[in-house]
């Protein structure tokens, strides 16, 4: 093990969207576009910066199309944003947005609950949303959720993620990102889906996107990494986690996972201590920690002695 | 990876000691031996239950001998305790302990600041310690501290570990616990101190004392589990942690452990909802959160949706 680990990996931060989408207060737009600035400027090559959902279901991302405006560019830093449907997508066309992301669910009742829709019709209906997005020159990237157990119907068969995996990649999506939605994967269950993906579809095809609900979120990018994979979602801080749970954890955190890669010599190109900054500045914003295990660390060195 | 994962782990709980240890509060003698007495009760094999040190020095276990006379014994559970010197030996040896504990670290500076001693000095006493233990038929088991790092001077040489290591195990410990006393290490850095020792050690004579202070905690047990190693301490909920950091983390947890463990189809012997029974008395105990992942995604999602 651990012999031939990948030696660079692309960080995808998703906290200004799946971070504050999942706040129950609205942040401010000017504090948004300075996160996304600060985000900029910490060397990733990709954010995910808002979403064009409908205000009605996710009213803390109401302001998209200001945000995808104010914030400012970056030669290389790629800005995405998440769009549910034909409407969502030209507003993201009409922004300074140069990647959409879509989002499809392995699970039925989850896909329902989610977009309203089986996942048969809703896969169907990113067809359309893909082919215009590319007609616009736009690359498509792909979340596929519960992938390891739904919140209403516990375990999801592989035979779905596959299914689901190769309608979005032949529909031209360039990546699917493999959501661990409820925070519910360990190690073995990463590479069992993981073997079955890649015997059909390349590395760069697959990323993944763990959540650190039950304290796995590093032991599963350790079973990742082993397996060849080199896209990771996180966000900085750990911002997100849910709302109802104080102090409970959501995506996994930028930091903890810039700490083990860099600490393995897996490079990313991000600088940790400009992601601290960040975070500093959110935990000030929301006036609240995050649950960022390493972020923690960090600031609680200062006022005396962690061991 | 992950192919020959071993099929059963014993897991130490050292809660009792390691996590109530760092409490600011001193905890009530009677809601000690009732925790030791649910911990009993979950099936654990092994118990680390007090520390028989100068209560000058660790007042949250001045009741040490109070707390293993009262505790109920079951058939099957070890208790262990913490002896810093003969003194505190004597003492361990007066009370129905059936283990020993000794601490000893492979960076000096910690050593002198721990126990007062360079480590050769600190070794030699506890040759004696040994010696006398395993006259009363008691066997020993032995922590090395700062083997993947030091508060006080940073990297530790893994000869430093290697020495001590060699020389505790040829006192006649029976197991040295490889102590990440500030949480820093990562899988990589498991992997090469393991196959270091390994090269000299059988894997029975090496456990792993993981903290989680920077959310490496899983991630580095599983890399521990690909080596082979069979023996991992934790403390329930996390307990223990750092008095001047809220919510930050010391040792990793027993609950995310166990799931992890669990899913993987590595036994324990260990009822999961025991510890989390256990870790929410203790929740209102010290009547603050713990910090397991694990056990605060059971707990609130009684409350509400959590994905």
Redesign the interface.
């Known amino acids: 093990?651990?012999s031939s680990?990948p030696s660079k990996v692309t960080v995808i931060e998703v906290g200004p969207r799946d971070g504050l989408q999942s706040e129950p207060e609205v942040v401010a737009t000017a504090q948004k576009v300075a996160l996304i600035d600060d985000l900029s400027q910490a060397g990733y090559s990709h954010l995910e910066i808002t979403s064009f959902v409908n205000p009605k279901w996710v009213p803390q991302l109401a302001d998209a199309t200001e945000v995808a405006t104010l914030a400012k560019r970056r030669p290389g830093v790629v800005f995405s944003a998440l769009v549910p449907n034909m409407r969502g997508l030209a507003a993201a066309l009409a922004a300074p947005i140069d990647e959409v992301v879509i989002f499809a669910s392995a699970s039925e009742t989850f896909s329902r609950r989610n977009t309203n829709r089986d996942i048969g019709p809703s896969l169907d209906a990113y067809a359309e949303v893909v082919q215009e997005a590319q007609r616009a020159q736009k690359r498509v990237r792909a979340y596929v959720s519960t992938v390891w157990g739904c919140?209403y119907e516990g375990a999801v068969a592989l035979s779905n993620v596959e299914l689901v995996t190769e309608r979005l990649l032949s529909m031209g999506v360039y990546q699917v990102s493999l959501g661990d939605?409820?925070?519910a994967a360990?190690?073995?269950?990463v590479?069992r889906v993981l073997e079955a993906l890649l015997a059909r579809f390349g590395h760069p095809q697959l990323a993944l996107h763990f959540?650190?609900?039950?304290?796995?979120?590093?032991?599963n990018?350790?079973?990742g990494l082993?397996?060849g994979i080199t896209t990771y979602d996180s966000s900085l801080g750990g911002l997100g986690g849910?709302?109802?749970?104080?102090?409970?954890?959501g995506n996994i955190?930028t930091e903890?996972l810039l700490?083990?890669l860099g600490?393995?010599?897996i490079e990313t190109g991000i600088d940790l201590d400009r992601v601290i900054h960040a975070s500093q500045r959110m935990v000030q914003v929301l006036n609240r920690?995050l649950p960022?295990?390493?972020l923690?660390?960090r600031?609680?060195a200062k006022?005396?002695?962690?061991?």
């Open positions: 093990m651990l680990l919140p939605t409820i925070g360990t190690p073995l269950r590479q959540h650190d609900t039950r304290g796995m979120g590093m032991a990018v350790l079973a082993d397996m849910c709302p109802y749970a104080p102090g409970a954890s955190a903890d700490y083990m600490e393995m010599g920690e960022s295990r390493y923690r660390a600031l609680f006022n005396g002695q962690c061991f």
